[in-house]
């Protein structure tokens, strides 16, 4: 059983479409999250939702939009995508927003922006 | 604001033979919690071991253990007894007690030769 699933796995498009990524987590937790690996590995925190409320808002651009129809899920939105958003995207789920609550990963979403 | 440096961007180590990875971080905070977590080549990002900064007494999980110095603000990741399945990314993360996200360091690479 998937605890942290996302879809796709792999995405290819060009620059200027529009692109969604979807998580789900279900292991019932509350807190869900948005890292973005970049080229050089580098992982850095996008957005996090408690409960279906925006927590965190990194400095994102806004072409992107997180949206969280329930606690299970929470899915990425991006515009206009550009080159620079070629990275893999992790979503991540804790049971709260306690710094002891171990946050599980799901298994990255590869995109490439041509 | 919090920076987590590894100073080591790639490590080896013989199959059996033990191998320490470096970590160091900086923070005003007394209170916070230290993460290792692990990137295969299948992208997924596991939990490894973590560490309450309270907490006086090293970590260990099976063959993995911590050497976390409060004072000198280093967290080491010490593998024992390695095996091919250990070669992956690993990444130390920091997370304070005021907050949910995760701070990433730049990671190291390990290779395990047979």
């Known amino acids: 059983d998937t605890a942290v699933s996302q879809t796709p796995k792999y995405l290819v498009t060009q620059m200027g479409n529009d692109k969604s990524i979807k998580c789900e987590q279900n292991?019932?937790?509350?807190?869900m999250y948005w890292y973005k690996q970049d080229s050089k590995k580098f992982l850095k925190i996008m957005f996090s939702?408690?409960?279906?409320?925006?927590?965190i808002n990194e400095t994102v651009p806004n072409r992107f939009s997180p949206k969280s129809p329930d606690k299970a899920h929470l899915n990425l939105h991006i515009n206009s995508l550009e080159l620079g958003d070629s990275a893999v995207y992790f979503c991540?789920?804790?049971?709260?927003?306690?710094?002891?609550?171990?946050?599980?990963f799901g298994p990255g979403t590869r995109l490439t922006v041509l | 604001a919090q920076t987590v440096t590894q100073s080591q961007p790639e490590m080896s180590v013989q199959e059996a033979e033990t191998v320490t990875l470096s970590c160091t971080y900086d923070t005003s905070e007394s209170d916070y919690y230290l993460f290792w977590y692990k990137q295969p080549p299948s992208r997924q990002m596991i939990l490894v071991i973590r560490q309450e900064a309270y907490k006086q007494q090293n970590a260990t999980e099976n063959r993995f253990s911590v050497n976390f110095q409060k004072a000198a603000k280093s967290f080491s990741l010490k593998i024992s007894d390695s095996q091919l399945g250990d070669a992956a990314m690993y990444f130390c993360a920091y997370k304070v007690t005021s907050g949910s996200r995760l701070t990433f360091g730049e990671g190291t690479q390990l290779t395990v030769n047979p």
């Open positions: 991540a789920s804790s049971l709260r927003m306690a710094p002891a609550d171990t946050q599980y």
């Open positions: 292991l019932g937790h509350d807190t």
């Open positions: 939702y408690n409960n279906k409320e925006l927590i």
